[in-house]
T-cell receptor, first 117, second 115 residues
Framework: AQKVTQAQTEISVVEKEDVTLDCVYE???????LFWYKQPPSGELVFLIR??????QNEISGRYSWNFQKSTSSFNFTITASQVVDSAVYFC??????????????FGRGTQLTVWP | NAGVTQTPKFQVLKTGQSMTLQCAQD?????MSWYRQDPGMGLRLIHY???????DQGEVPNGYNVSRSTTEDFPLRLLSAAPSQTSVYFC??????????????FGPGTRLTVT
C-alpha cells in the first residue's frame, strides 16, 4: 500500500482560479514529517514546505496555503489565484522517525497541475 | 557552496552498457541517497549511505551498485543497463540520518535513457 496517496493525477485550471491538491498519508509512527515539493518543467525539485506531526496549524505563504488534518491523515495544498508559473508537478512526501526507515522519504505519485492563461 | 551536484545531466546508453552516475556534495553531509523518478510513480529510494564506508539498500536496489569511499561522493553504478532503468535519477543529502527527517537537499537530476 502506498504510504502517500495523491489521488489527482492531473488538474487543469484557468489562471486566477483557486486549486487544491490533495495528499493522504499512512503511518504508524507518532513522529513524522510531511513535505510538499514542486517540480517545474525544468526538472529540479523545489522544496515548498515541511510540517511535523505535532503541529497541526495551517500555514499560509503568499498564495500558497496548507491544511494539515491528522484526523483524516491529510495534508492538502491550496494555491489561490493560480498563475501560469504554477504549472508543475507537485509531490507530497512523508518521512518517519521509525528506526528502520529513518531518513527515507516516501513520495506520492505526483499531481500535474496545468494553469492555462 | 555548490550544494549537491550531479553529472551528467543527460545520458543515453545501449542495453548492456555500464556507466556511473556521479553525485557530490560540499556540505560535509553524512547522509546521502539516490532516488529514481518514473512517470506516475513518484520518487523511489534506490540506495542510501549514512557515512563513508556504509551503504544500504532502499526500495528498488536491483541493477544498481553504490559505494561511499569519501564523505563528498556517492556514485551510482549501472553494471548492465536495461531499458527498465530509463528514468530520472536524483541524489539527495542531509547532515545526518536524523536530520534527513526534516531536510534533504536534492541535486538537479540525471535523465537516463536506455535503448
Amino acid at each position: 500500500a502506498q504510504k502517500v496517496t495523491q489521488a489527482q493525477t492531473e488538474i487543469s485550471v484557468v489562471e486566477k482560479e483557486d486549486v487544491t491538491l490533495d495528499c493522504v498519508y499512512e503511518t504508524r509512527d507518532t513522529t513524522y514529517y510531511l513535505f510538499w515539493y514542486k517540480q517545474p518543467p525544468s526538472g529540479e525539485l523545489v522544496f515548498l514546505i515541511r510540517r511535523n506531526s505535532f503541529d497541526e496549524q495551517n500555514e499560509i505563504s503568499g498564495r500558497y496555503s496548507w491544511n494539515f488534518q491528522k484526523s483524516t491523515s491529510s495534508f492538502n495544498f491550496t494555491i489561490t489565484a493560480s498563475q501560469v508559473v504554477d504549472s508543475a508537478v507537485y509531490f507530497c512526501a512523508l518521512s518517519e522517525a521509525l528506526g528502520s526507515t529513518l531518513g527515507r522519504l516516501y513520495f506520492g505519485r505526483g499531481t500535474q497541475l496545468t494553469v492555462w492563461p | 557552496n555548490a550544494g549537491v551536484t550531479q553529472t551528467p545531466k543527460f545520458q543515453v546508453l545501449k542495453t548492456g552498457q555500464s556507466m556511473t552516475l556521479q553525485c557530490a556534495q560540499d556540505m560535509n553531509h553524512e547522509y546521502m541517497s539516490w532516488y529514481r523518478q518514473d512517470p506516475g510513480m513518484g520518487l523511489r529510494l534506490i540506495h542510501y549511505s549514512v557515512g563513508a564506508g556504509i551503504t544500504d539498500q532502499g526500495e528498488v536496489p536491483n541493477g544498481y551498485n553504490v559505494s561511499r569511499s569519501t564523505t563528498e561522493d556517492f556514485p551510482l553504478r549501472l553494471l548492465s543497463a536495461a531499458p527498465s532503468q530509463t528514468s530520472v535519477y536524483f541524489c539527495a543529502s542531509s547532515y545526518s540520518r536524523v536530520s534527513a527527517l526534516t531536510e534533504q537537499y536534492f541535486g538537479p537530476g540525471t535523465r537516463l535513457t536506455v535503448t
